[in-house]
């Protein structure tokens, strides 16, 4: 198949960008003043104590010889070890990265489900009440600062109407006599596969404010770009073709329409998305929720480059990744794009 | 005579712009019958598309029609519900346009976008539409139905494109097909071959066609009937024959007299001096008066109304209301 061809050639381009930027991140870690042996001994270090850190970090070796053993330990899979807990990086991302991973994606399917059939409605109906609304709201959804709306719903559906809880992934409940299993980090998953179903719905409950805090910002694009489009191909000849062969309005806007106009949005999602991964520190320190983003955060404060050159190689992995799908879905929703 | 299939009666559109009030048509009356091509030709501008689009109620806007009655088997579009007025449009009457490339949806496959209409106006399993699909391509010639249900509109040539459009439109059992100016964009041998077709699906089915071209030579060779259309209104209306052998209008007999021009030069009426009013400003009385040697008074103040002059020949001209009065 001509596709798994693509797929393999653009795989291994994607090794070589993640190896181009593991060595930029290294020559990075090792150019910016600052002492990984003093970091990982901790204060008012011994002289005997930063040499033996210094070896054990293997600082003490010339710097090819670092850089082909990193890469070496990161060909076996081993992402290092934080200097500052000294707890191995995977282990860390492995709590991290999926709680981040299931906020980001439920907040794409918010920006989705709801960006897109406003976009649509709104070009498709022009200059009517909802097109206003919906443009005014797009407008908004760019503009509002992340922590003033994340406190404002926690004001009103916590605190007002006690609806929504504050923060944190889970109730003390659930955690005290509903754990769930841990399988794959994310919680909705992880409820929904092993039938707990009172943790699945706190989960969601809990999910809902932080999920849509990071998400207005991608519904409010996705509204702009959508309309954008489907107003430029509602003007085509073949929507008039369309509904002179009866076909109801639904199907013209939803089907003949949204397949023509949908991938620019898509385009901007995606990049909201990798965006998000680690940009979503505001909605995780508002909203107490362990994601990636405190976590490279406190690491770029105290300078712990493994965990910083880590996380950066994942977020370059989940970009080139979905760059792919995005074409791979632009050529399937597109029969006159041709992959090369 | 038979019924008329659809009577189109005083028809009356504009265009609400912001240079003003574009009268695009300004009291078009025709009928089609079943079984026939009737032809509407005129000079780009004149309101050929609006006309069709209006059967469909499908006029864009900012456009809108103000008066008039456009009758199909006795009702009037303009008052049926919409959810009635879609099932008729291509289940009763359907369009196909010029430019086949651009009206075929290029992200579906002719099968998908086939079968969504005719399950639209069927209720039928998507084998049987397929099925249904797949009878429709063979009934337009083409070949090879099936590769072609699973093409992209791309994949397709110029005709072969066409041929798709009429498919799609003639699926779900129409009585009625406006082509509008189905071979402009098409090579001159494809155009006589879209052009057989569609006299080949009125004899065979008894479509009613009503066939918008800018082109008198398609109108020659296809249309029993011609109305010609001037600055949205129908200044002569009559069986092809006698339009071609005793055309009354002035303007007609300009159309006519600029062939051979057309066809050295690619567009007709270079016979005719000045150029054709714009609908911001119809000009008062017979809106040809500026452009036509004949022109008196009454041409200026008054407009002509259509008047037989023949048996199914039809002239909206002073020249022939006088020695009739
Ligand atoms: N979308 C529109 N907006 C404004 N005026 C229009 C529009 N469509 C058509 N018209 C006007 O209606 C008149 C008839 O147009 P049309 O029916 O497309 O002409 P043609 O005979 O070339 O098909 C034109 O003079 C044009 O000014
Ligand atoms: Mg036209």
Redesign the interface.
């Known amino acids: 198949m001509k596709i798994w061809e693509y797929i393999l050639r653009r795989l291994m381009l994607a090794l070589l960008v993640l190896f181009g930027v593991s060595l930029v991140t290294f020559i990075i870690a090792r150019v910016v003043p600052s002492d990984p042996a003093a970091l990982w001994v901790g204060p008012r270090p011994t002289l005997e104590q930063l040499a033996a850190a210094r070896a054990k970090l293997g600082l003490d070796q010339p710097l090819p010889v670092q850089y082909l053993r990193y890469l070496g330990s990161l060909l076996r899979g081993d992402l290092g070890v934080s200097i500052k807990t000294h707890q191995p990086i995977i282990q860390d991302l492995r709590a991290y990265l999926p709680a981040t991973l299931e906020l980001v994606l439920v907040g794409m399917a918010m920006a989705v489900f709801i960006g897109i059939p406003l976009g649509v409605l709104s070009g498709a109906r022009r200059n009517s009440l909802l097109d206003h609304f919906s443009r005014l709201l797009a407008v908004a959804a760019v503009s509002i600062p992340t922590f003033w709306l994340g406190l404002l719903l926690q004001i009103l559906f916590f605190r007002e109407l006690r609806w929504l809880p504050i923060s944190g992934r889970v109730s003390i409940e659930t955690t005290l006599y509903q754990p769930i299993r841990t399988l794959t980090g994310f919680y909705l998953v992880d409820s929904l596969i092993t039938r707990n179903w009172p943790a699945f719905s706190d989960a969601l409950l809990h999910i809902i404010l932080p999920a849509f805090t990071l998400a207005t910002y991608a519904i409010g694009l996705s509204i702009r770009m959508t309309r954008s489009t489907i107003v430029e191909v509602l003007e085509?000849?073949?929507i008039?073709?369309?509904?002179?062969?009866?076909?109801?309005e639904r199907?013209v806007l939803f089907?003949?329409a949204l397949?023509?106009a949908i991938v620019p949005t898509l385009t901007v999602l995606a990049l909201s998305f990798v965006y998000s991964l680690t940009g979503a520190i505001l909605v995780e320190v508002i909203f107490s929720w362990p994601g990636l983003g405190s976590y490279v955060t406190a690491a770029v404060l105290s300078a712990d480059f493994p965990v910083i050159m880590a996380v950066t190689l994942i977020v370059t992995a989940f970009y080139v990744v979905i760059n792919l799908l995005l074409d791979l879905v632009q050529a399937a929703?597109?029969?006159?794009v041709v992959l090369r | 005579m038979r019924e008329p299939l659809i009577s189109v009666r005083d028809l009356r559109v504009q265009f609400h712009t912001y240079a003003g009030v574009v009268n695009a048509l300004n009291g078009v009356s025709f009928d089609l019958y079943p079984g026939e091509v009737f032809g509407l030709v005129g000079e780009t501008g004149c309101g050929k598309s609006v006309t069709g689009?209006a059967l469909?109620q499908?006029i864009?806007p900012p456009g809108e029609i103000v008066g008039g009655q456009i009758l199909y088997c006795g009702q009037d579009l303009r008052t049926l519900p919409p959810a009635q007025m879609?099932?008729?449009?291509?289940?009763k009457i359907?369009?196909?346009?010029q430019?086949p490339a651009?009206?075929?949806?290029?992200?579906?496959t002719v099968g998908e976008q086939m079968e969504?209409?005719i399950r639209?106006?069927r209720r039928v399993s998507r084998r049987d539409a397929r099925r249904q699909a797949a009878e429709m391509l063979r009934a337009v010639g083409m070949p090879d139905p099936l590769r072609i249900l699973n093409a992209?509109p791309?994949?397709l040539s110029g005709g072969m494109q066409q041929r798709v459009?009429i498919a799609?439109?003639l699926s779900?059992g129409a009585e009625v097909l406006v082509a509008d100016e189905p071979t402009t964009a098409l090579d001159v041998t494809i155009q006589a071959q879209i052009l057989d077709l569609l006299v080949s699906l009125k004899k065979e089915r008894g479509i009613a066609i009503l066939l918008i071209t800018h082109n008198l030579g398609v109108v020659a060779e296809t249309c029993d009937r011609v109305g010609v259309l001037y600055a949205g209104s129908v200044m002569e209306m009559g069986p092809t024959t006698a339009i071609f052998r005793e055309m009354k209008h002035p303007y007609t007999q300009g159309l006519l007299a600029a062939i051979p021009h057309a066809e050295r030069r690619g567009r007709f009426l270079s016979a005719i001096p000045g150029s054709v009013p714009s609908g911001l400003q119809i000009p008062p009385g017979c809106p040809f008066h500026p452009r036509c040697a004949f022109a008196w008074d009454e041409c200026r103040n008054e407009i002509p109304s259509l008047l037989p002059v023949d048996e199914g020949h039809w002239v909206a001209c002073h020249l022939y209301g006088r020695g009739r009065r």
Request: proline letters at 7%; charged letters at 20%.
């Open positions: 085509e000849k073949y008039v073709a369309a509904r002179a062969a009866g076909l109801p199907t089907r003949l397949k023509n929703l597109d029969p006159r | 689009l469909l499908l864009p879609r099932s008729l449009r291509g289940g359907a369009m196909v346009f430019d651009a009206a075929l949806n290029p992200v579906f969504m209409v639209q106006h992209y791309h994949e459009m799609i439109a779900s």
